[in-house]
């Protein structure tokens, strides 16, 4: 039998790089900044499945040039203290690149992201609480793609507290859910489709705590990197004009 050769994967990694350049605690946790750290992670989980590259605010266009965006199946996204400062311009690009089957994976603070909220239509706010707390996601579609090899309940004994009430849409597929030591949840895993895009939200990732570092926590962004990537070439949704009533029937 013929072997099929598979495409990889086209991963772009970006991140705001804004904790990392100031504050040296965040360096200490990561120094190879956030986002090569979470790079490294989809790399040791997927291998020859993906080609990552990873972009960040400080470049030009923020490193999500039409080039680059021309050449992605899956963009992930980190942002926290600098969404004000990514461009509108640059923003609607990649709405433009989501719409037209693009995979997009919002990482924690970016549900604050100018992209996810004009994905969402809504605010995209929540309850939070700054603190070493325990987080433990449960898997609530234990047959979902992401969730697959992810353990029940995933334990990260240290990070921050987001909780309820998430103003965001009804996700179309619900994933994971997470609670909190002081008796909050949270709608940690939320699946999207936007157009011909598919859009994954995924909480966890404060940057004062080694979340990226944690196997379960790689293994559930390496899953949703699959699970986003598109199944089909890529085009914007066409606009039909209909020159007259009943042209189905012309011959």
């Known amino acids: 039998m013929e072997e099929i050769m598979q495409t990889p994967i086209r991963v772009t990694v970006w991140g705001e790089n804004v904790h990392e350049d100031r504050e040296a605690s965040v360096r200490e946790i ?11 992670g989809i790399r040791e989980h997927l291998g020859e499945q993906t080609e990552v590259r990873t972009a960040w605010l400080q470049q030009p266009e923020h490193g999500l040039t039409e080039e680059v965006l021309a050449e992605t199946d899956v963009l992930t996204w980190w942002g926290h203290a600098a969404h004000d400062e990514v ?13 037209s089957g693009m995979g997009l994976l919002v990482l924690h603070s970016g549900h604050f992201s100018k992209i ?19 987080e433990l996601i449960w898997t609530v579609a234990p047959g979902h793609p992401i969730a697959e090899g992810v ?16 103003d965001v849409p009804q996700p179309d597929e619900l994933v994971f859910i997470s609670s909190f030591g ?7 895993g939320c699946a999207y489709r936007r157009g011909r895009g598919r859009v994954f939200y995924f909480r966890p990732g404060d940057q004062d705590f080694p979340t990226y570092h944690q196997p379960g926590v790689k293994r559930i962004i390496s899953n949703a990197v699959r699970w986003l990537a598109p199944g089909e070439l890529r085009e914007a949704p066409n606009v039909h004009h209909r020159p007259m009533a009943g042209w189905f029937n012309s011959p």
């Not at 990561?30 to 490294?40: K, L």
């Open 87 to 99: 461009s509108d311009e640059v923003v609607a690009r990649v709405h433009q690149a989501v719409l």
């Open 116 to 134: 996810f909220i004009r994905l969402m239509g809504t605010t995209c706010s929540l309850d939070w609480r700054s603190a070493d707390d325990q």
């Open 151 to 166: 353990p029940h309940p995933l334990v990260i004994e240290r990070e921050e507290m987001y909780g309820e009430h998430f």
């Open 30 to 40: 990561y120094p190879d900044t956030m986002h090569e750290t979470i790079a490294a």
């Open 182 to 188: 002081g008796g909050e949840v949270f709608r940690s």
